[in-house]
């Protein structure tokens, strides 16, 4: 995707599947055009994402993109902007 984007990764199918939070956010990455931003908004139902996707998006891109925790919503859940550096 072309141009800075969000993600809402707390809708009903997120809040009981960790996994797809991680499979859905690593393709929303990969979505997003060199330069560019996904904001990922997750649910808090799997505890702080420090725990969880910040290693798992360390792991599958390294240097390729820079994570950055944005703020945790009235709601409860974390918001986090990942931009990519290179594809």
């Known amino acids: 995707m072309k141009g800075n984007w969000s993600i809402n990764l707390e809708l009903e199918e997120y809040v009981s599947d960790r996994e797809l939070i991680l499979k859905d956010a690593i393709q929303a990455i990969i979505d997003t055009e060199t330069g560019y931003y996904v904001n990922l908004a997750v649910a808090d139902n799997h505890g702080h994402?420090?725990?969880?996707?910040?290693?798992?998006?360390?792991?599958?891109?390294?240097h390729q993109v820079d994570v950055r925790f944005i703020d945790q919503c009235g709601c409860g859940g974390y918001v986090y902007r990942v931009t990519k550096l290179t594809a």
């Not at 420090?50 to 360390?58: C, F, K, R, S, T």
């Open 49 to 62: 994402p420090d725990a969880y996707l910040v290693p798992a998006l360390e792991v599958r891109f390294g």
